[in-house]
């Protein structure tokens, strides 16, 4: 039977799978002016007398978007409905036109029912003025299905976060402070479901100091639902046919989180993946960043193959996990693209064994939009890889593989980075802490970041809290000429993966072998000689591809051993099978655990981190933040 605790997390991951609705948009003009109505709120998006004049009369004049643009060192906006986006094209065009160089703007919008690119496009045709912003935006757009999408514009100085799911559900499982709201649902009437009581009172929490709200609706029940939850509220004239709207201010009675300060500089341990990306993200938000390594160079470790899968890792029931993997893919794939280091495009999952394709059929019953996966039989399959196949299995479009080591070599293009450098203790100081390394050399840091996969376990040592089981597993994928390997156009998965790398050869992986004290467990026999063992994970590499595949190869061992290549690598894995991302103490952060799914889930809890040290919006919700919590060891064990 189910404890109250965990039927609780079940609805709350439930209500996070809920699929997309249908705007069913119409979309007219009349006089050269445009109307977007919605059959599915049997309203409009806008005024169809003018709905660029609407947005400044009731949003943008009303909040001083202007004025605060000029002054402030980063903006958090959130809206509650997206719509057809002209809320934003029109805050980041004012932002564009007042913000100085520095400046920063984040913008948080939810929307149930998104529009699509071309749907945006046609409404927002019609204000030539925002051609530019609106173009950003449709480029900026993520693949239409449930979650949260974290996109850039202006080489990161504006951080857009579009929710795809309901305002209740987005603003009930978030943590940050908008200094402005817009309040742009369709009217309350037409859309109770987001003109809850409950929603006010998440603003509230989910305030900074003296926010500002506006809406273009001064309905009783939204007025009364604003000054219960602390906002003081005054009501204008409307735009249009509207007799009123209103604004707010959150009382000054109501306690908010104080900013904390920007650390002046960060050090992180670890220049893979991990280590990479949330260099990146601190170097994005102008703060001094250091990246440190033991290794002779950057990507030395798990993160150095010359290809590597990044694909969601979905559940067949509603779990944190799940939720965690699928947003963490969308954001690890537009990155990796964004710096030219996917190698291509789509990739199948094949239904292995009887296990795995129930478990495929389960995914596909769940509606998921063809955006995200649909099913491929075994003639579409062998028809898309160029391979005959009898298997069948789910196709991802958004999926691929990477070349790892040319998109950490980007991410760190700009960054400073010392090599060969292994630190040996950490020390709290009354100024940050104190690193320790190799021959008695101290580094200083107001915050230190562990990034360092494996080399946690000898970094945290004999500490007890919070509790660290970091397990070292090795890993060998094999390199196949071209001459030899099957010649398929796109990457495979099926318990392992195969995909073609920048160079031509093919990557056949991953085995995985335990480390414990330092050896890895396999038999004697294979231990003796390397030359053995090298052979021998080919071996097992090769006996995971189906029967077609495998029958296209070499079948020698030595062939294997003289012909072709591979690399070893020690990944760090938890009990869970879960990465661990958040604060382990003042001033110390870890991102690490991350397992084979590093390429998926490490851009994302790099850029939560860096949210974090900063103190502003993450993209991780509550649900993400549970799974990937490094103190839920602790309380598991009673601590």
Known sequence: MKSAKAENMSNQAKALYAPLLDPMIDISRDDGRVVAYSRLYDDIYFSSESGYDETMTVFMKPTGLPERFEHARLTTIAELGLGTGLNFCMALSLFRKYAPADARLHYIATEHAPLTADQIKDVLSAYPQLDIETADLIAALPPRWPGRHRVFLDQGRVTLDLIYQDSKTMLASSDFA????????????????????????????????????????AAGDVRRGLEAAGFDITRHDGFGRKRHRITGILSSRIAVKPQPALPASVKIIGAGIAGASLAYALARRHINVEVLDAASDMAEGASGNIAALQTPRLTVDPTDHGWLSMNAFGFARRSALAMGAGLDKGCITLAKDEKEAMRQQKLLRQGWPDALFSHMDAAAISDRLGVHLAAEGLFYPYAGAVDPRLWISRLLENIPCRYNVNITSMTNTASGIMLTGDYGHKDHADIVVIAA?????????????????????????????????????????FGGYMARSKDGSV?????????????????????????????????????????????????????????????????????????????????????????????????????????????????????????????????????
């Not at 376990?457 to 030899?484: F, K, Y």
């Open 178 to 217: 908008a200094d402005i709201w817009f309040l742009d649902g369709f009217t309350p009437i037409r859309n109770p479901d987001m003109w809850h009581g409950d929603i006010y009172h998440h603003m509230a929490r989910c305030s900074a100091k003296d926010a500002i709200c506006a809406s273009f609706t």
């Open 507 to 639: 990557v056949l992986g991953a085995s995985y072998q335990r480390i414990q004290n330092d050896h890895i467990r396999m038999p004697a026999d294979q231990i003796s000689a390397h030359a053995n063992v090298y052979a021998n994970v080919h071996a097992e590499n090769i006996a995971r591809l189906p029967d077609t595949l495998q029958n296209r190869l070499p079948h020698a061992p030595d062939h294997w051993q003289n012909h072709w290549g591979g690399r070893q690598s020690v990944r760090a894995t938890t009990p869970d099978r879960q990465p661990m991302a958040g604060a382990l103490g003042k001033e110390l952060y870890i991102l690490g655990g991350l397992g084979s799914r590093g390429m998926v889930t490490a851009p994302i809890l790099a850029e939560a981190l860096a949210a974090d040290i900063c103190g502003e919006a993450s993209p991780l919700d509550t649900a993400m933040r549970r799974a990937v919590d490094p103190f839920r060891f602790s309380r598991r064990a009673g601590l």
């Open 453 to 493: 996969g494996a080399g946690l376990s000898a970094l945290w040592g004999p500490r007890m809290e919070p509790i660290l089981p970091i397990t070292a597993n090795c890993g060998q994928v094999s390199h196949i000429p071209s001459d030899d390997a099957p010649d398929i156009t796109i990457p495979i998965s």
